[in-house]
């Protein structure tokens, strides 16, 4: 059985790839440039864009599972592929999404409506599935700090106090390759978070542990954290993610079982994802 990871240049894709690997299984994959791709030692690799599957057949020779991202609904329709993985018999697919495709605040906003498009997507044309909502990435610090706190030793908050459930990004790679392989936790969703709810600022004040050095926290104003918006940033997602965050000030972030239950470990702490990824941060 071989299983196809599409966007094996993810974050998350490229780790769902290792840790198959590592188990021994036939794993391939998938980008829209696949000789961007890095894969372990007998991993195939091939070029798919499922908004636009043109390559489909080949991407889905022999392939009985699949890993997809629901974001990939941002760049087109997924019906296409989605179709294709059917009729080329795959058993079961997992869907890669987010909570905000039915939190309240966020369902009916960008972020939520691009999300549950996938999902109704796969759940009109695909093949079986089980939808991955992952908690609050680990790696959101990374993407959101590190280049405040390599640059100037601090980091800017809206809101410190909101409370989110870091989750480990080979946690959630982990439970995607089991279901992947495995059909014992395979449901209609699993919700995966970190061990424990914890403030932006607790966040930080790990990431400070792994530096040696307390990061120091502004607080701008909503208006002034939008100013400061990266280019990479829409500005309607950025409103809906600040939004999010006020929501959550004084509010513990639920934390669930999941990783545990399905990997057989606890779920990894933030700080030893800090601990691993401290040069990221470092000046």
Excluded at 126 to 141: D, E, R, V
Excluded at 149 to 173: C, F, M, T, W
Excluded at 259 to 279: D, K, L, Q
């Amino acid at each position: 059985m071989t299983v196809l990871v599409t966007g094996g240049r993810g974050n998350i894709g490229e780790r769902v790839v290792s840790v198959l690997a590592a188990a021994g299984h036939r794993v391939r994959a998938s980008a829209r440039d696949a000789g961007a791709l890095a894969v372990p030692s007998g991993v195939e690799t091939v070029e798919l864009d499922v908004a636009d599957p043109r390559n489909a057949g080949a991407a889905l020779k022999d392939v009985r599972a699949v890993f997809l991202y629901a974001a990939a609904t941002l760049s087109g329709d997924l019906r296409g592929f989605l179709e294709e993985a059917r009729a080329a018999g795959v058993e079961h697919l997992v869907l890669l999404s987010s909570p905000a495709s039915y939190e309240a605040g966020e369902h009916d906003r960008i972020i939520g409506r691009a999300h549950r498009a996938a999902e109704e997507a796969v759940e009109e044309a695909g093949p079986p599935s089980t939808l991955l909502y992952p908690a609050w990435l680990a790696g959101n610090a990374q993407r959101d700090w590190a280049g405040q706190i390599k640059e100037s030793g601090r980091v800017a908050l809206p809101y410190p106090d909101a409370q989110v459930n870091p989750v480990h990004l080979d946690d959630v790679a982990e439970v995607a390759a089991d279901l992947l392989t495995r059909d014992r936790h395979r449901a209609r969703l699993q919700v995966v978070t970190g061990p424990e709810s914890m403030r932006l600022r607790d966040i930080v004040d790990a990431v400070g542990d792994a530096l040696g050095t307390p990061v120091p926290i502004d607080v701008p104003s909503r208006e002034e954290a939008m100013a400061r918006r990266e280019e990479w940033m829409p500005a309607e997602v950025l409103d809906v993610l600040l939004d999010a965050e006020a929501a959550a000030v004084g509010v513990p972030a639920p934390v669930t079982n999941t990783v545990e239950r399905i990997t057989g470990h606890p779920a990894r702490p933030f700080a030893e994802w800090v601990r691993a990824h401290r040069e990221d941060f470092a000046a």
